[in-house]
Structures are given as structure tokens and as C-alpha cells.
């Protein structure tokens, strides 16, 4: 069972509708909170410009309020931090499954799984009862607003690093959260008024669709597509695409022990028949891997580049020595309930004024990976898109960095992974869930983070090819990343 399934469970339910001061005494803990151990605060918003934030949200509180509407504006403020790891969640029932955790079961939503593409919507695949809206359609409008508005509307509600975009678009599609956001700024419509422009059409055409129950849309979704709407494929793949041109593929679709089983033989496995087959030619999909930990990303880098990764610092940098809200944690670590009570037994306080974790709690970065005798040193091709985030980002820019650096070749292929490139600065995984007391809304504050502030200002950017599926691609299930490296490798377009 799910934190979020675990606090609904022991009745602690929030109330449909919140008085005033039960909205300022969770207001001034959620800032309070944020303000002390938030690692990255201001990174990517002034001090200013947050404290303006702040208090004019908290001035807007003059009147009890449904539930819903004030956590949407403390989600706007914690979007607003600009943290991929941040996160408010609303506390109800845990959803149907994995993917739509958000949907609750009792409600009906937008009934077809979507892409956003170039900031217009497609349908991916239909749970509707309309057979008329197959895979490829676009849809226009939904009851008179139309989809450019409705993303506009609730971009600045999704959490991502620095400048990112392609993270909150992925999570709008990915988990389900564009149907969730429009079910809660739009309560109670189950009934949409679609105009859409159906595949092999030119035409708009105007549609009335009931919405679904979550089960409904994954019952729908499984019978059309032949899989569970939670199901992430294949985690480990490995294949010879091309003999004659040495063209391989390897797929690393996550960083977690709990989905990519048995890794390091796979890899050893794997890194061994590349070798022995010759591959000239290596194409590295890192797409939809969301991160990890264990140390995988950093075995990934050795066997796919042939290079050792040395030893780091470790230095894994804490906001402030102080944290007064430690009652407020859902089942706080060992280690954070010393470094509530007492601080400096957990941290140290650099000459800089920084504060950082002490050398004893330093991270799997801080460990060296030696290149394995198997690794590959040929062509690198790393397929990447929005929802590469964490551990998958620090792959793909320790590979950008190192290989660039030593001269090797290496290209990116897809959309922009999930995390601001030019940052410098990144918050880990890390958190501690703060449960407001009156709402019960739970918030996930990033504690540690690493790099230097300012901006980095990297110049060179991520993807070198920028590919992204048309209509047509999303109808005939074309994978574009993939064919778009296989084609370029053999015509020898990537120099």
C-alpha cells in the first residue's frame, strides 16, 4: 500500500471544505517548512520574488474554500520553486493503479490517454465509446476552451527543473495528470464537448463524449493495446538491429532495482556479445527512465562510453542547521530526526557558509566505477525525451560532458530530457513529507541537492536532434527516435 493509500486508510481524510484559519494555520507550516530545509529555494525564483509569492497567496485567503482550490494554490507555489522532486499531494483514495493514481474511482475524466506535441494534443489511444477518435486525432477544444488554453493553464501547476518544460509535459501525458488538473479547475464535468480533427481528416468535426471511470479507461486502454495501462514494457532489452552495419540496441528504462532486476548482469551480459559481435554503432535508449539509484546510472556510463568515472567529493549541500516543523513529518528517517534535533551531529558548515551532509552519509556518486575489460568505446547514439528526469538525466549529461570532453563521439536524439541543462544545479530524491495538520495536504521537500549556483550556462544543448512523432507516427505506432538514428547511421548523416 502507497503512503497516500496508508493516510487515507487512517481516516484522515481531508474536510470538503477548509475555514479560514484552518487555511492560515497550514499555510504559515507549509511556508515555515519550505523556508527552512527546502534545499533549493531560490535557485530558480528570487527571495523577492517567492516572499511576494507568498504573501499575496496568503492575502488571498479571506474566506472558507472548497478543499481543491486551496491546494491548487499551494501547488502553484511549489511549482513555482521549480524543483522536478517537488511535489503537493492531495490526499484521497489511492487510484486504480499505478498510472492513474491521481484519478479518483468514483469520478469520471477525460476518457483517451494523450500526447502533447508542440503544445497541441493528440489522442493516443481511445477509451471513449466514440470509435470515431482513433490514435492521431487532434483535439481542438474541450467544452469551449481550447487545448492550447487548457496546458497553458496548467503548465504552471507541474513541478520541473529550472527552465524544463519537456518533464511537465511528459507527466501530463505519462500519469495522467492533464485529466486530473481539468477535473479539479473544472469540478464535477463529466461530459465533454470535443471539437477534434480525426485522423485522415481535414475536417473539424464537433463530438459529445461521456467521460469514464478510471477502471473503465484501463480496462479500454489493455483491450486495445494488449497491455496494462501500468505496464512499462521490456526495462532490459538488448539487440542486434543491423549485422552488416553493426548496429546495436540497448535499452536502460530505468534506474530502479524494483524494475530493472538482475542489472548488473544484464549489463555484464549484454557489454560481452557487443564486444565479441563487434558493434560499431550503439544506440542507447535512456527514454522514460525517470532515475534510480544503487549506483546504476553511473555502471551505465562505464560499459556504454569505456571510460572510468572518478571518485566525487560527494558534497550534497542541505539549506539551512534548523528545522522546527518536525512533528508535521510523515515517518521521518532516523537521520533527519538527528538532524531536527540535533543538526550538526548530520552536517557540516563549509567556510562558504554552505551546509552539507558529513563525509560518512556521502552518496553512490562518491564511489568509483572503474570501466569494465567488456565496455564499448565505439559511436554512442542516446535516444532521450521528456520523461528522462534524475538518475536518467545524470546519465545522459555525465556522458555529454565526459565524452565531449575526451573527444568521443556521441549524439542525442529525441526531445529534451527531463531536467534544466544549463542549471548546474540539481535537488535529489531525497525528501521529507510534510502533512499539513487541517487539509492533510502532504508535501515533498527536496533536502538535498548538488552543483554550484549560479547557472552553469552551458552552451551546448540536448537533443543534437530534436525528433518528435507526427500524427501519422502516433496512428502507424512508428517508433520516429529510433528509426530517425537507424536511418541517419546508415546513410552516415551524424558527423
Keep these: ?41 531560490n535557485w530558480f525564483i528570487t527571495e523577492k520574488e517567492l516572499n511576494d509569492l507568498f504573501d499575496q497567496t496568503y492575502n488571498s ?23 522536478g522532486h517537488n511535489s503537493v ?12 493514481a491521481l484519478l479518483e474511482k468514483n469520478k469520471k475524466f477525460f ?20 470509435e470515431n477518435l482513433t490514435t492521431g486525432t487532434e483535439i481542438i477544444s474541450i467544452n469551449g476552451e481550447s487545448a492550447a488554453k487548457i496546458i497553458e493553464k496548467q503548465l504552471p501547476l ?23 488538473l481539468y477535473n479539479l479547475m473544472n469540478p464535477g464535468v463529466e461530459r465533454f464537448k470535443i471539437e477534434a ?54 535499452k536502460l528504462g530505468s534506474f530502479y532495482s524494483g524494475l530493472a532486476r538482475d542489472y548488473k548482469n544484464f549489463l555484464d551480459k549484454t557489454f560481452t556479445e557487443i564486444k565479441q559481435s563487434g558493434i560499431k554503432h550503439l544506440i542507447v535508449d535512456v527514454r522514460n527512465n525517470e532515475g534510480g539509484g544503487e549506483g546504476f546510472w553511473q555502471m551505465a556510463y562505464v560499459y556504454t562510453t569505456g571510460n572510468s568515472l572518478a571518485e566525487g567529493d560527494g558534497f550534497l549541500s542541505l539549506k539551512g542547521d534548523k528545522f522546527s516543523y518536525l512533528k508535521y513529518v510523515e515517518t521521518p528517517s532516523p537521520e533527519f530526526t538527528a538532524f531536527a534535533n540535533n543538526p550538526y551531529d548530520v552536517i557540516d558548515k563549509t567556510a562558504e ?50 565524452l565531449r570532453k575526451k573527444g568521443q563521439f556521441v549524439k542525442f536524439i529525441g526531445e529534451e ?32 541537492g548538488n552543483g554550484d549556483v549560479p547557472y552553469a550556462q552551458r552552451k551546448d544543448i540536448i537533443p543534437d536532434y530534436r525528433v518528435i512523432p507526427t500524427a501519422k507516427d502516433l496512428a502507424n505506432g512508428t517508433d520516429v527516435e529510433l528509426s530517425f538514428a537507424l536511418e541517419g547511421i546508415r546513410k552516415n548523416r551524424f558527423k
Design 89 to 100: 499531494e492531495f490526499p484521497q483514495e489511492e487510484g486504480v493503479n499505478y498510472r492513474l
Design 61 to 83: 485567503l479571506t474566506e472558507n474554500t472548497r478543499a481543491e482550490d486551496y491546494y491548487l494554490k499551494l501547488r502553484l507555489i511549489m511549482a513555482s520553486i521549480r524543483h
Design 353 to 402: 557558509g554552505r551546509f552539507r551532509l558529513k563525509p560518512q552519509f556521502k552518496s553512490d556518486d562518491a564511489i568509483n566505477y572503474p570501466a569494465p575489460p567488456n565496455a564499448y568505446s565505439g559511436k554512442l547514439y542516446v535516444l532521450t525525451d521528456g520523461m528522462t528526469f534524475s538518475a536518467g538525466t545524470a546519465y545522459v549529461l555525465t556522458v555529454r560532458d565526459e
Design 158 to 180: 507541474m513541478f520541473a527543473n529550472g527552465q524544463n518544460a519537456s518533464f511537465k509535459v511528459g507527466r501530463l501525458e505519462s500519469y495522467y495528470q492533464f485529466h486530473y
Design 417 to 448: 530530457p527531463g531536467e534544466d541543462l544549463q542549471a548546474g544545479v540539481s535537488s535529489v530524491a531525497t525528501a521529507a513529507t510534510v502533512v499539513l495538520p487541517n487539509s492533510k495536504i502532504r508535501v515533498n521537500i527536496p533536502l538535498l
Design 111 to 130: 476518457p483517451f490517454t494523450i500526447r502533447i506535441l508542440n503544445n497541441r494534443v493528440f489522442v493516443a489511444v481511445n477509451e471513449s465509446s466514440n
Design 197 to 250: 480533427i480525426p485522423y485522415n481528416s481535414k475536417k473539424k468535426q464537433t463530438f459529445e463524449i461521456d467521460g469514464e471511470s478510471p477502471q473503465t479507461i484501463s480496462e479500454r486502454y489493455e483491450k486495445i493495446t494488449g497491455k496494462a495501462i501500468s505496464d512499462y514494457g521490456e526495462i532490459l532489452k538488448y539487440k542486434v538491429l543491423e549485422d552488416k552495419n553493426k548496429i546495436a540496441y540497448v
Design 1 to 41: 500500500m502507497s503512503n497516500r493509500a496508508e493516510y487515507f486508510a487512517q481516516n484522515n481524510q481531508p474536510p470538503k471544505t477548509l475555514t479560514l484559519a484552518q487555511q492560515q494555520e497550514d499555510f504559515k507550516i507549509f511556508r515555515g517548512s519550505l523556508n527552512e530545509i527546502h534545499v533549493g529555494l
